[in-house]
């Protein structure tokens, strides 16, 4: 479940995170931006990351991430001691979602060089294998190999970077886009030397869709992890308990 941080007081996102943890989600999601993406502009926003150590505290079963935080907006010797103290913090429940960024909006306003989408991504790839060997080095290290989630489906440098780093990824669009995009995800895996298996297949559905449908197509090209999504300033949790229902299902 993603619960996005905007339009809403931060009781109402405490509120929305345990009301999900004990309907039985696997897996809390927020996002990593400084303004809503929809809706007003200029409406209630909160940090990604404050956030996330809130959480940590706060729950004590899920699993719990940004989809996904945005490179660009901390030096990456940063962003892996955090993701450290907050796998701590939580006893290892951090997932590390983590992607190039796009959202101009979120630059401008806050000084940060926009760039171009090929620059994004080459900070990204020189940003991952800092990540991990700052892991290495950090004292106490994490609790356990941090996975890393990575969002998006450029088929030439995204998917190679996914192939090269990431335990999760996690794709845009319907079944049909993402078993294509994962056929060239393959390959990328076949050229690094690696099995593709390791790499779980996320993927975000609507949670207005019958679960039996679109839950099941997404399933049947190999995906595993469905997100849901929900915005204040009423996170409405009601197509969450009929998904639950159906993955419960589906794993009895």
Same mark, same amino acid.
């Given at each position: ?60 079963? =899920?699993? #719990? %991430? ?7 907006? +901390?030096?990456?010797?940063?962003? &892996? *001691? ?65 996975? =890393?989630? #990575? %969002? ?7 998917? +190679?970077?996914?192939?090269?780093? &990431? *335990? ?83 794993? &009895?």
């Amino acid at each position: 479940m993603q619960i996005q941080p905007q339009h809403a007081s931060y009781a109402s996102i405490r509120r929305a995170a345990a009301q999900a943890e004990e309907l039985g989600v696997d897996i809390l999601f927020n996002w990593d931006h400084f303004y809503p993406l929809y809706g007003d502009p200029d409406g209630l926003h909160y940090e990604c990351w404050t956030m996330l150590g809130a959480w940590a505290e706060a729950t004590s079963r =899920v699993e #719990i %991430g940004a989809l996904v935080t945005c490179n660009s907006y +901390r030096n990456p010797e940063l962003l &892996a *001691d955090m993701a450290r103290t907050v796998d701590h913090i939580s006893d290892g429940r951090l997932i590390l979602g983590i992607g190039a960024g796009w959202f101009e909006k979120d630059y401008d306003e806050y000084g940060y060089e926009f760039g171009t989408p090929g620059s994004r991504l080459a900070d990204l790839a020189q940003a991952l294998p800092r990540i991990e060997s700052r892991w290495a080095k950090l004292n106490p290290p994490p609790t356990r190999k941090i996975p =890393v989630l #990575i %969002g998006g489906g450029g088929e030439k440098k995204t998917l +190679r970077l996914v192939a090269q780093h &990431a *335990d999760v990824w996690h794709s845009f669009g319907d079944a049909e886009t993402v078993e294509r995009k994962l056929g060239i995800l393959r390959q990328h895996c076949a050229d690094v030397g690696r099995d593709a298996g390791e790499i779980e297949v996320s993927a975000g559905v609507d949670g207005a869709s019958d679960p039996a449908v679109a839950g099941a197509a997404m399933v049947a090209k190999g995906v595993s992890l469905l997100t849901l999504n929900a915005g204040g300033p009423d996170y409405d949790l009601e197509p969450l308990k009929r998904w639950l229902a159906w993955r419960d299902e589906q794993n &009895a």
